[in-house]
């Protein structure tokens, strides 16, 4: 009997582990293919970035124009790629969460045996992916018509670091979406949306900003990305890493910390 229990206790776990798992894969992919077909989101979010780079970094950029030591069509794929990482995160889940909320559709999903962790975990997911597809088409502008020359291990690093410092916008758009209207929601990211990118340096670099601006953007999660992801290309402020990732991280905690309280505000509103 021992050796009977000994072998069936592991196969029920990896079952258990394994239908887990099957859930969260096939509530991602239907997320994935819900903003694809979704052209508002899906179209709008990749070509935004890409049509400023494309404007500012290769139709109206002069071929010695340079930021620093590094030339205008380098500097601007880790603000843009920024930029674009954070339309997606927000746009993927702030709006998506809103209008499926308004919908009763979260209702629908909390009656079902789906665990309640699956539809926040495939949000986050589509968010990355969408971010990785930003950033790599950005690069692959870059390097076919603007000239860039950036080493295979420099070009990874750079997608590794905006596909991470993605996860607090994600976050970020779980907060707004737990607390505004469906018909609401794409105003208000934008309202956000566009001026911490203005103000973070992410559409004129940095050095160019007022120095109040300047000044602020350290206090801006936009900002600490950039500052990131300009240091793989050799165009950062010579900050600390470690001081922009700790404001990340932090800022990833409070956002996390408001989407669970408008979570909890949701709960009790239907099972209060």
């Known amino acids: 009997m021992a050796t009977a229990s000994t072998t069936f206790a592991p196969t029920s776990l990896e079952r258990t582990f394994g239908r887990t798992l099957a859930i969260y894969l096939k509530e991602a992919k239907y997320e994935f293919l819900t903003r694809l077909r979704l052209r508002a989101y899906s179209i709008s979010t990749i070509t935004f970035p890409l049509m400023f780079y494309v404007l500012f970094g290769l139709v109206l950029n002069q071929k010695d124009s340079a930021v620093g030591r590094t030339t205008i069509a380098a500097y601007l794929i880790p603000t843009y790629a920024t930029f674009g990482v954070m339309g997606a995160s927000l746009f993927g889940t702030a709006s998506g969460l809103a209008a499926e909320r308004g919908l009763g559709w979260l209702q629908v999903k909390r009656a079902s045996p789906m665990p309640p962790f699956a539809y926040f975990t495939a949000k986050v997911a589509i968010g990355m992916i969408f971010s990785a597809v930003v950033v790599l088409l950005l690069l692959l502008l870059g390097i076919t018509f603007g000239g860039v020359h ?55 670099p940095i050095m160019f900003l007022p120095k109040i601006l300047q000044h602020f953007a350290h206090f801006l999660p936009p900002y600490h990305l950039a500052q990131l992801a300009l240091g793989v290309v050799g165009a950062g402020q010579g900050e600390s890493s470690l001081v922009h990732w700790e404001a990340l991280i932090g800022f990833f905690l409070i956002c996390l910390g408001v989407a669970r309280l408008g979570f909890q505000r949701d709960e009790g509103k239907m099972y209060g």
């Open 150 to 204: 950036m080493p295979v291990a420099d070009a990874a690093k750079l997608v590794a670091i905006l596909v991470a410092g993605s996860l607090p916008f994600c976050a970020m758009g779980l907060a707004i979406g737990y607390f505004v209207g469906p018909n609401s929601s794409v105003a208000i990211i934008n309202l956000i949306y566009l001026p911490l990118s203005f103000c973070s340096g992410l559409w004129v």
